[in-house]
């Protein structure tokens, strides 16, 4: 996981090409239990970093998902509409929700690192 940096909201991001990838934490979906229904953002929409973009629904509760970034959504997870387990299954991975292209290519270097998350969530 040491390409992934993560949010002190739990979302992660990984950069992939000129766009970074988003999905939420093994620890979110942890936190969350099974996971039953995602909305996604509208693809060509402009995020701020911290804006709630998304929503994930468990069997425990709802919760909004931010935007990490700054950036415009390329491109969401359509496979999440129909199988949402895949967040729960592999949150790091096939559970991704959404893509980005940032504003400023370097914001998503500010996020936690691997280490520094792991420390973040010790604090919790």
Known sequence: MSELRFSKD???VRFDGDVVTVGIS?????????VVFVELPEVGREVTAGEAC?????VKAASDIYA???GRIVEVNAALTDNPGLVNAEPTGSGWFFRIEPKDPAE???LMDETAYAAFLETL
């Open 26 to 34: 093994d620890h979110a979906q942890t936190a969350l239990g099974d």
């Open 68 to 70: 990490p970034i700054a």
């Open 108 to 110: 998503p270097g500010t």
């Open 54 to 58: 998304a929503v994930v629904e468990s």
């Open 10 to 12: 739990h979302e992660w």
